[in-house]
């Protein structure tokens, strides 16, 4: 920054957004893992705004209890009386601020921070007392269009409803993100009022108002991707995809594959190092953390897990709030529940699913197991069939397994159950008791052959 002040920002986040036909109110549909709010948002803190300060009405309740009372504060626009009024409505909070107030649109999310950086510095070095952003765009049909005079100075943002001919052939328009300076931007809001096609009160009538002031205007053109709002589904998905293409290219300079970007769908908070390989169709949602090495195959999709090195993830799996150790094979179609935690060397096969599991190194499940709510040892190997039979009906219980036993096919252990180290379990065992440790344990009925049962039948029927 050229000079050293400080900085609130307003974000607006009070429309409904009827064009997205949604009972979840506009700000808070998600591109990339985040509410549309959220992106400008954390972007006032990256810049170190000293206070960010969120304009809310429809679904207010539900747009504070999303982003929390710790990092913002709100205020309420009971009626949408205009952009000038939602900014009206903060003043009393931000009585004693002297400085500058930077206003953010909540349905804008691709703002990126170097556009507002130059903004700011733009606003300082001019001692301007209001800054806009601007884009020139193929159909200005909408927006507010930008007028300027024979020397480039910009006189009047005009709205469509209130532009002659003229001026609605003009292809400049108002972004609606603005470095105003405070408190003075209040005191001509309340000056401009409400005379217009929408009997509304217009932030842009400021423009006016600080050229009628000998004030200076300062506007800056950026790209109209990184400003467009949000007001349907095509527009989300529009800029979902922008949205995409920025992550993904990120991970790739910092030395992941994506085998084909377009097709790889990585939340914003995702992290991954170096070395890893994702493959097409890949969701990797929330904080999912994957170390380096790794490999993450078709049709994955990991939520909120915590991944080591080297680690394996086959096609079709499915992982949420789980942490995989170093070194572990996952899959193929394996579903990794919430508590799953492995320590590493492990190997979860094919419809294998884990729930509240600990499994220590080199433990192994590789077909058809169910394990929950189960404290598992070091060198464990489940047969296939196997399950934790973990619910009675009321209450869920604990396995637990010491380390180097041998689980047969088709055993069930009905918790709560400890089983001791280096012990077998005989498959097609119902487990009901503590097994000591070294024992063979067997549950099942003794086998009794008839001979000539069959053919003895048949000549019956």
Known sequence: MTESRQIAAVILAAGQGTRMKSTCPKVLHQISGKPLVAWPAELSETLGCHSTLLVVGHG??????????HR????????QLGTGHALLCAREALVGFSGTLLLLCGDVPLLQQETLEAMLEMHAATKASVTLLTAVVDDPTGYGRIVRDDDGRVT?????????????????INAGIYAFEAPWVFEALLSVGNNNAQNEYYLTDIVEAANHQGRTVGAMIVDAEEVMGINDRSQLAEAAAVMRQRINEQLMHDGVTLIDPDNSYIDADVKIGPDSIVYPNVHLRGTTVIGSGCTIEPGVVMTDCQVGDNVHIKPGSVLAESKIGNGSAIGPMAHLRPGTVLAGGNKIGNFVETKKANLDTGSQASHLTYIGDAEVGKNVNFGCGTITCNYDGVNKHITEIGDDVFVGSDVQFIAPVKIGSNSLIGAGSTITKDVPDGALAIARSLQK?????????????
């Open 156 to 172: 009047a943002i005009v709205e469509q409803k209130d532009a002659t001919a003229d001026q609605l052939s003009i292809t400049e």
């Open 72 to 79: 913002y504060s709100y205020v309420l626009q009971s009626e």
């Open 60 to 69: 207010a309740a539900e747009v504070q209890s999303t982003l929390g009372d």
């Open 449 to 461: 052959n008839i001979e000539g049962w069959v053919k003895k039948n048949k000549k019956k029927k």
